[in-house]
């Protein structure tokens, strides 16, 4: 069957569905400001037993990142992030869950087959491109102070 670009287009928005943009927004907006206020929730009390600001900031990284991959193995955070769409990709717990997340499907295949190789089948793009476009940085920055 041939078909042209518009008769595609018709088809295509035909079967597609409309996205509540703006209730989308909304809910990515609260969940994700909900995450944050719960890191800073964790930030005090931790600075509330005793603990300093740099080291209340570190165990507060380490308690949301478990919190999320806690939340992955549950099934619980895939289901807020249909709710909640891109407000749960705060970068801390949505990396977590995006390292976790094919870590715990793929666990049956072994440990270097399943667990190593797959946990970062989503993390890995970013995790290379993030370090070489800071090595890059660096090097321009380095060059620039060297000038």
Same mark, same amino acid.
Do not use: R
């Given at each position: ?5 518009q008769?595609y287009d ?7 569905h409309?996205?509540?943009? !703006?209730k989308?927004? *909304? #809910?990515? &907006?609260l969940?994700g400001?909900?995450?944050c /206020?719960?890191?800073q929730?964790?930030?005090? $009390?931790?600075?509330n037993l005793?603990?300093?600001?740099d080291d209340?900031g570190?165990?507060?990284s380490v308690?949301?990142? !478990?919190v999320?991959? *806690? #939340?992955? &193995? ?6 807020? /992030?249909?709710?909640?769409g891109a407000?749960t $990709?705060?970068p ?8 976790s997340?094919p ?8 440990l270097v087959c399943? #667990? ?10 970013v ?19 060297n000038?």
């Amino acid at each position: 069957m041939q078909m042209t670009n518009q008769e595609y287009d018709l088809l295509v928005q035909k079967h597609s569905h409309k996205s509540p943009v !703006l209730k989308d927004c *909304v #809910l990515a &907006f609260l969940t994700g400001g909900a995450v944050c /206020a719960l890191g800073q929730g964790f930030l005090n $009390l931790y600075k509330n037993l005793g603990m300093s600001e740099d080291d209340a900031g570190t165990v507060v990284s380490v308690t949301l990142i !478990l919190v999320g991959v *806690v #939340l992955t &193995f549950l099934g619980v955070y895939d289901n807020l /992030a249909k709710y909640a769409g891109a407000g749960t $990709l705060v970068p801390i717990t949505g990396f977590a869950n995006s390292i976790s997340a094919p870590a715990i499907e793929f666990k049956s295949e072994g440990l270097v087959c399943g #667990l190593g190789v797959k946990m970062f089948v989503i993390a890995g793009p970013v995790l290379v491109y993030g370090i070489s476009s800071s090595v890059v940085c660096g090097i321009i920055l380095w060059l620039v102070g060297n000038a």
